[in-house]
């Protein structure tokens, strides 16, 4: 029997993009197993140069750029565009990140592409879509946290709309794009041929909002914010315990009944105060109070563990240390050492999708800026 | 040439998920074109009820569940497993949300449906991963959202960590489901042979930490919380026009010069207090205040408008209202109405990933319960 080869064996990818949204799709795709080229010119991805940098390595680019080969094409020069325009023809996917259209004013419209390459499957991350009044306009991942909704949803009752501190939208935009991608490279087995792939932050963190978005729909209401409490369920949030907070979220009646059980407190169902969720609500802070007053006599560890065991989901509010400390963390590889000669090994966060046959691989660390130019473009030039 | 078609046409998957992570990674694959056949008990997705009804229909299962076909088949008896089997052996993909090693309790292991269908990709949505020391706990949005330090990186600065009201671990999960899914069908070209994708919401909101984890990776220091302020760059952030907030992120000193200048305040950069970010930083408030003065005289959507051209990334704070009658949300077509016989059509989301000559269509509104078990079951108990 043919062994199994990764899901993108073979797969050559062309990576224009620069800081976080394409490098983030285009990393993706390496870690299935795709060849990528990052093209850069003479200064580099900026990234190159954010963040940490330790033993002249910023930790923050090698995260994102492993599994990936660096070239160095000028693309403002003739001869840089003659190279690309080469590249291409030997590739099947070409990642951007420009504004919708800058690719086209440079040389590589649609039809240049397609005639350079029938098979080519091209994806533009954006922030806005490559259509309508804001096609032009710069994207940043706040500003689109602000505009989309997302920060209407986020924060306390009596406080503003709150960001999250993650660059949600630069990576879920990365995300659909390689999804988009792989989609379109599996596409091309009906007839052979390549098609254009569009994923903009704005699109794809609006994609999220759900229930939210449903809801809105069939009643035109807005979706308050209620900070870490459910805004129709009680009770439900954080309670303490005698050495700090524990996460706990009966989400329906049978959950909320294994909890009452688990602390002691079932009674409370039997009392007409608190039988049902439409009287619980109204008296949630007596309810909480009450709750915390049984939780406090035991620690967190205690109450996370009585309470998972009895089937209530439940957990700590944890930091990043805490978190890449959790032996969970750890049993799922979630944090891996990538070695690097004569330098110490660079940590960085595994692979959330694991692939029983072809679990993805730290095949390359993060290039240097050119490092397979000779590789890549010597074959190209010689040609 | 052979016409182009969805990614995913010819493609069978049968869907034995409930509530949320799970059908939107099936809904993600009934977009691309698969044929999906959600298996559900007599008493159906429990969705059917959630959330508020039109016409006796839940908008937001109606949002989760289109393009997909409904089989009702009762797992719980003898001929309902012999019936799933039959089903089982005529698709391409098996998705389950239950808790890792359920499936195999209720008599399909992994060995079993390697047997019943060797080409088959299986994919189970979880929690926390279907190995190490939480494989049992059940999983929630709320204490994952805890437990995985989006929490932590979330919120004012001195304010207690803040979740997101999105259900975002459960939705982030359900797309690198997908994409695992579509990887592990395009690996089969090279020996036909199916595989097991494991996607698990704590592994997937983790991979979505970025340079907070790399930075922590490489200082060992945890990442402030600093509500809607950059923990590094000013200004930045929310910033007051005449009718609201305006939300700007110059993230580097280009961007930053812009913004000044077209606020006609380009002279502070001249001024020492203001000349760098060193110096900026801690005189942040003292800027602000600035910053407010001058852009107090005009509207948002003026300054939006002008930041917007000068090359500086500026938007609102939008509440869902207002996203969803954003010209640039209708220009995307992120709001689609989906008709429904003897009733008002059903507004929903959009495609967020938009393919040049496939795009995504509704080709079936989401099924009443059962309402394909004369055609999908009919063929199987014929047989």
């Known amino acids: ?50 963040g940490t940098l330790k033993d002249g390595l910023s930790w923050y680019f090698a995260a994102f750029n492993r599994n990936k080969k660096s070239v160095v094409i000028d693309l403002k020069t003739d001869a840089g565009k003659e190279l690309l325009a080469r590249l291409i023809e030997t590739a099947d996917v070409l990642v951007d990140n420009y504004r919708p259209g800058v690719l086209a004013k440079m040389g590589f419209g649609a039809e240049r592409l397609a005639e350079l390459n029938p098979q080519l499957v091209t994806c533009n991350v954006n922030g806005y ?74 699109n794809g963190i609006l994609s999220l909002m759900a229930y939210l978005a449903s809801e809105h729909f069939a009643t035109g209401q807005l979706p308050p914010r209620t900070g870490n409490d459910h805004p129709l369920v009680a009770p439900y949030g954080l309670f303490t315990a005698s050495d700090g907070e524990v996460a706990v979220a009966p989400s329906n009646d049978t959950v909320l009944r294994r909890f009452l059980r688990a ?68 049993a799922q590889e979630m944090v891996i050492d990538v070695a690097r000669a004569g330098a110490a090994p660079v940590r960085m966060l595994g692979f959330p999708v694991k692939l029983s046959q072809t679990p993805c691989t730290v095949r390359l660390p993060a290039p ?13 030039r010689r040609a």
């Open 1 to 50: 029997m043919t062994e199994m080869r990764p899901p993108l064996d073979g797969i050559r990818v062309v990576d224009l993009t620069r800081v976080l949204a394409g490098p983030f799709c285009t990393m993706l795709l390496g870690d299935m197993g795709a060849e990528v080229i990052k093209v850069e010119g003479h200064e580099g991805d900026p990234v190159r140069r954010q």
């Open 129 to 202: 879509g490559s259509t309508g009044p804001y096609v032009d306009r710069p994207a940043f991942d706040f500003v689109v946290q602000a505009m989309s909704g997302f920060m209407s949803v986020t924060g306390a009752e009596d406080q503003p709309p709150m960001r999250t501190g993650l660059p949600i939208t630069d990576l879920v935009a990365g995300l659909y794009a390689a999804f988009g991608v792989v989609n379109a490279l599996h596409a091309r087995r009906h007839n052979g041929r390549g098609q254009h792939v569009d994923s903009a932050m704005a």
């Open 263 to 330: 602390i002691e407190l079932e009674h409370l169902l039997d009392d007409p105060r608190f039988s049902t969720n439409e009287a619980r609500f109204p008296r949630r802070a007596e309810l909480r109070a009450l709750i915390d007053a049984r939780m406090r006599t035991e620690s967190q560890a205690h109450w996370i563990e009585v309470l998972n065991r009895a089937g209530v989901p439940s957990g700590k509010v944890q930091d990043l240390a805490e978190v890449f400390a959790d032996p969970q963390v750890r």
């Open 368 to 380: 240097e800026l050119g490092e397979h130019d000779d590789e890549i473009l010597g074959p190209l």
